[in-house]
């Protein structure tokens, strides 16, 4: 069953904290465990298809040095995809 978190929570044995589920994350949980967070309010039932949440983007790291490089006349053909110089 799958389930979305709305809190995040741990659970925990002999002080040992053996699994954590982060809030907004869904979770694909055998019934009866999915039913217990249900019942406490903590989640709610997912149907369907779920879509991995989008990854962000890197930064370029220096700006100026790509900045540099378009500006020397680096050109891409169409064709192949390939950058040429």
Same mark, same amino acid.
């Given at each position: 069953?799958? &389930? ?6 741990? &659970?925990?044995? *002999?002080?040992?904290?053996? *699994?954590?589920?982060? #809030? ?8 009866? %465990? #999915? ?11 997912? *149907?369907? #298809? ?7 983007? =890197? ?5 100026? =040095? !790509? ?6 006349? !680096?050109?891409? %053909?169409?064709? %192949?995809? &390939? =950058? !040429?110089?």
């Amino acid at each position: 069953m799958k &389930i979305k978190f709305l809190k995040d929570r741990e &659970i925990e044995a *002999q002080g040992v904290i053996v *699994q954590r589920f982060k #809030a907004g994350e869904v979770y694909e949980l055998e019934r009866p %465990s #999915a039913m217990r967070w249900l019942r406490r309010n903590v989640a709610v039932e997912v *149907q369907g #298809a779920v879509t991995p949440p989008k990854k962000k983007r =890197a930064k370029a790291k220096n700006v100026e =040095a !790509s900045k540099e490089t378009a500006r020397e006349g !680096s050109t891409v %053909s169409v064709d %192949s995809g &390939i =950058a !040429s110089e």
